[in-house]
Nanobody
């Protein structure tokens, strides 16, 4: 069982930066691949970024590539999403996800990111 709690969202002006954090419970955090997804009003949830259990491999959606960095600290059971050069279209609820083969997907409650002009 994994519990995920996101933090770091907020209101920021276009061009600004935010760092999202996702704290995970449990002693098996380091065995899970972690990801960030987002859902804007009236839209489906979409992939943003992911990182392998070791942290060696990272993946990004084209919409955030070059502006965002996903990282993890397995000693702190935490995954981060640094977002720079934010745009109004980045406005969404951002969700943390934990995945491991043979196990279910785990989701956090989400953190709101609002980017104003």
């Amino acid at each position: 069982q994994v519990q995920l709690v996101e933090s770091g969202g907020g209101l920021v002006q276009a061009g600004g930066s935010l760092r999202l954090s996702c704290a995970a419970s449990g002693r098996t955090f380091g065995t899970y691949a972690m990801g960030w997804f987002r859902q804007a009003p009236g839209k489906e949830r979409e992939f943003v970024a992911a990182i392998s259990w070791s942290g060696y491999s990272t993946y990004y959606a084209d919409s955030v590539k070059g502006r965002s960095t996903i990282s993890r600290d397995n000693a702190k059971n935490t995954v981060y999403l640094q977002m720079n050069s934010l745009k109004p279209e980045d406005t969404a609820v951002y969700y943390c996800n934990a995945y491991r083969v043979g196990d279910r997907n785990y989701w956090g409650q989400g953190t709101q990111v609002t980017v104003s002009l």
